[in-house]
């Protein structure tokens, strides 16, 4: 069944081409790549190949992200890869919900779920055995010791179709992970809050007063940029806010904020930094002060004051005037003025796996522990995290949550958890976690995976996985499709705090393990 979210869509679809015109380039070098190496494909490589160049349309751009349709491909995708004129790719049938005339479209998020009792290729899945272990480990014992890894290594690999553990090295082991923890937010609040969910900025005004209170619901993707991109628009707010205001013959007011919905510290235990904002219920563009919208940038020391201050002026420029803004909370007898909404969470959970962003897995934590009661603060989110994937049943022995990013050393997973995490994702009971698979960077397409695994013509668009990178610690985990076409979840977790290994030569040594087993029939 297709539920379409056309008015998502519509507002997505410029910038979708946008991405499109961005991953033709990796497609011409990946096409010159492979044609004088003479690397030769699978069948059911080359399909996740071609679904990835659709999906890599998306995963970047996360605006659009979600609904589902019955096989796992983003409907708002399939529309845009059927609109394409004269293109599209293998007949794979046409779905309610795409135009019987327009071209069919080579399957995109689909192929992500290939090892889940579907086919690729000619080859039934399910016909198929799965990988064994003893040819696992001659494949990746080798490679998991290489020393640029450093001294601790842990590695699980799993079938994703079954959930059954094919290989593992320290399975039960935990360790830092850094941001491979961002998959366990994934799942946690997809699973607590559902995919459809939405955060709600709002501004009211108290009864009987002539003030305004800019009321933060803890959504960091809020924009005041002029192109809004499918975001929540404080542009827009102001707008409404200001014709609303008009329509009760006000034009001066009280201008306050709250950001009383989190609790405890702003700033992360690792200080003041660009990777990550003060965590505040109210901010605009992830308090970033330049143009950028993803990695590192110098940081807004105030966020939540300075979206007030410039709530204040996109108000003075619809002629209301305001006193200069100050913290305050609203009330429960506030009366609405207007509001505007985030995307929905599958879109927020792709954009934070695909650019590793710490300012919307903090603000995902937080929206656990608040759908769970708890206070949504490090701790709180930490803890409500750790507590909802008790509740999906999955291995938490040993396992430490510390935030929602894996920015705070502390975090400490295993590889078993990972997997398992991955697993569920793909399971066809829990339908609401597939973003935690779709939103995993792409090799050599997407997000943090875009400037990896170049040397390998034969890794690009078949590895799909999440990176995480500290100072002595280095890891991946995700998915393949290897050549018999079952789909594997993996996780590689490294370490070595006493003599940090160099970043680059272990995280290569982490893209060979992950495309040996893309490239194993390891029957």
């Known amino acids: 069944m297709v539920v379409p979210e056309l008015r998502a869509w519509r507002a997505a679809r410029p910038h979708v081409v946008r991405v499109a015109s961005s991953v033709k380039p990796h497609v011409a070098r990946i096409t010159q790549a492979v044609r004088p190496r003479s690397v030769k494909f699978t069948t059911p490589q080359l399909t996740a190949v071609a679904a990835t160049v659709g999906l890599a349309l998306a995963a970047g751009l996360v605006t659009a992200a979600g609904p589902w349709d019955s096989t796992g491909q983003r409907t708002a995708e399939r529309d845009w890869a059927a609109s394409r004129e004269g293109e599209g790719g293998t007949d794979h ?3 309610s919900g795409t135009s019987a005339k327009a071209p069919r479209p ?27 272990e003893k040819a696992l480990a001659d494949v990746l014992d080798p490679l998991l010791n290489d020393p640029a890894l450093g001294a601790q290594r842990t590695a699980v690999v799993v079938d994703v179709a079954t959930g059954k553990r094919l290989y593992g090295k320290g399975a039960d082991k935990a360790q830092t992970p850094a941001s491979t923890t961002k998959i366990a937010t994934a ?18 005004l108290e009864p009987d007063t002539k003030e ?14 002029e192109d809004a991109k499918g975001y929540a628009s404080l542009r827009t707010l102001a707008a409404e806010t200001a014709t609303a205001l008009k329509a009760r013959h006000l034009d001066q007011v009280t201008l306050s904020y709250d950001t009383s919905l989190y609790a405890g510290a702003t700033v992360h235990p690792i200080g003041a930094n660009p990777n990550l904002a003060p965590v505040s219920a109210l901010m605009v563009d992830e308090g970033r002060v330049d143009d950028s919208d993803s990695g590192t940038a110098k940081r807004s020391t105030d966020p939540a004051g300075d979206a007030a201050r410039k709530f204040a002026e996109l108000l003075q420029a619809k002629g209301i005037k305001t006193t200069s803004p100050g913290l305050s909370k609203a009330t429960s007898r506030s009366q609405d ?16 796996l695909t650019n590793s962003d710490n300012d919307i897995a903090e603000a995902l934590a937080r929206q656990v522990a608040l759908v769970s009661g708890g206070q949504a603060s490090f701790s709180g989110g930490a803890a409500a995290i750790g507590a909802q994937l008790k509740k999906l049943g999955l291995p938490l022995t040993g396992v430490r949550f510390a935030d929602g990013s894996g920015l705070n050393r502390a975090d400490k997973l295993t590889a078993d958890l990972l997997t398992a995490l991955l697993a569920k994702a793909g399971d066809p009971a829990h339908p609401e976690l597939r973003p935690a698979l779709t939103g995993l960077p792409i090799a050599g397409f997407t997000g943090t995976l875009s400037d990896r695994y170049t040397a390998d013509a034969s890794a690009t668009g078949v590895v799909r996985a999440k990176t995480g990178t500290l100072t002595g610690v280095n890891t991946l985990a995700g998915t393949v499709v290897d050549t018999d076409g079952r789909l ?27 495309t040996a087993l893309a490239a194993c029939g390891c029957r």
Do not use: W
Request: glycine residues 8%; charged residues 10%; aromatic residues 2%.
């Open 106 to 132: 080579a399957p995109s998020a689909a192929t992500v779920l290939a090892g889940l009792g579907g086919s690729t290729g000619s080859t039934s899945v399910g016909a198929v055995p799965a990988p064994t």
């Open 337 to 352: 003025l207007a509001s505007v909404s985030s995307p929905p969470l599958s879109a927020l959970v792709e954009r934070m």
């Open 488 to 514: 594997l979840a993996f996780a590689f977790l490294t370490s070595d705090e006493a003599h940090p290994p160099a970043p680059t030569p272990a995280q290569t040594a982490l893209d060979r393990a992950a």
């Open 212 to 225: 305004v209170v800019l009321v933060g619901a803890g959504d960091p993707t809020l924009t005041a940029r």
């Open 93 to 95: 049938g046409l779905t």
């Open 187 to 204: 799942v946690a609040v997809l699973s607590a809050a559902g995919t459809d969910h939405r955060i709600t900025t709002r501004a009211v």
